[in-house]
């Protein structure tokens, strides 16, 4: 009997040290300091070279740390983001979304914030835009810094199409239902839409027209449920926009069925007029579209709204996504991380941005225009001709009402809901 008992101790023994053998990080004893790092900047993603490139000359100056990378499309990133954070099994570096997004990770108590990084390089944090920062900052701490901003509403369309068929830019919405009517008769597409993935319709088209109409403040007032709510009439009139828009056959009839990436083709091949998508598109115009074709595309605002409360010249923008801190990392791995986010966001990142087509997040950052493409050259006068920039939804709401309203506009736009329905679903979520 003893024998068998110091059997099944010894057993016992040696599989408590295999079990924890097996817990242990590849290479966890070489002395070195291993991160997990999740991004989604993959693909087409306009910052897919510059993290490529980046990581590289990191791990170059950083032979003490070592990466473990894994690059997931936006599309699967969130809802593998969204598994790992209800396991509490997130990587020790990921990156995530300004406002809302990020507050969630913060209220779950996932995140470490990045205080310490911001104290011992002031020269650098006070270089950096506040949107980016601020964007981040969750009850005055900070949880990472934006890799340069996005703006989801820029107006492209085509000047030649325009002078072709003496349409005028459209500098209201009526003007821009007459310009809609006219590219349909003649068989132009008037807007190039790709909304398989549902958020494009909402971050691109939905959060500068629900700005219009209602202005910031109201959407404020909405989600701190204080006065405003989701059932008034000023945010259905809203929804009814993009109805009204649907109805007329303003988009491409496949809009559901194609994404933001292939959608640009109908617009590359002036098969439709205009496209109004975010700052993510300008590389791939850059490098992929002709010269000839380059002169043709300018660039606006969205019209503005008669009636409407928010400012009518107004972007819809954010801080880019950030690398964030896992609340689980050892000081040494919160560190890395946060030299990291350092090694992403400095001015010599922030040069490199340029060279990618990103808008920059830092006010040290200055460069001659003339010295990189017309395209990426338009970008940046838009910007500082129309500096304010309101709030993208998807930023805003929480990820429940993020998916009602992606959900709900594709609904809208098929008839298949109305926007009461989606607006009653967005009202029930507010405590």
Known sequence: MKKLLYGIAVSCMFCAMFLACAKKAPGADDGKIHLTLWHSYVGADQRAEFMKRRLEQFREANPGIVIEEQGIPRDQYQTRLKTQAAAQELPNAFVSWPNTPVREFVEAGLLADIGSLLEREKSWADSILPIAKDEFTVNGK?????????????????????????????????????????????????????????????????????????????????????GAKFTDKIFIDALSIMKELADMEAFNRD???????????????????????????????????????????????????????????????????????????????????????????????????????????????EFDLSSTDPIYAKLVTLMKEHPDMVTVYDSALNSEQTEIINNGLQGIMLGTETPAQVAQSLAATVK
């Open 255 to 365: 809009y559901n069925s194609v994404d933001d990436v292939q959608v640009r083709g109908y617009f590359y091949r002036e098969e439709a007029a205009m496209m109004i998508n975010g700052t993510w598109v300008i590389p791939d115009i850059a490098a992929n579209v002709s010269v000839e074709m380059k002169e043709k595309i300018e660039m606006t605002v969205f019209p503005a709204i008669a009636g409407g409360a928010g400012e009518a010249g107004a972007l819809s923008g954010v801080s880019s996504t950030s690398i964030v801190c896992n609340a689980k990392n050892t000081p040494e791995q919160k560190e890395a991380v946060e030299n990291l986010i350092l090694f992403l966001t400095n001015e010599d990142a922030q040069k490199m941005y340029m060279e990618y087509y990103i808008p920059v997040s830092s006010k040290n950052v």
């Open 142 to 226: 900070t949880y990472g810094v934006g890799l340069g901003i996005s703006v989801t509403s820029v107006f492209f369309y085509n000047k030649a199409l325009f002078q072709k068929y003496n349409v005028k830019v459209p500098e209201t919405y009526d003007e821009l239902k007459t310009a809609v009517n006219v590219f349909k008769k003649n068989n132009i597409i008037p807007i190039a839409l790709g909304n398989k993935a549902k958020w494009p319709a909402q971050s691109e088209i939905f959060s500068i027209v629900g700005n219009r109409v209602t202005g910031s403040q109201w959407l404020n007032s909405a989600l701190a449920g204080n």
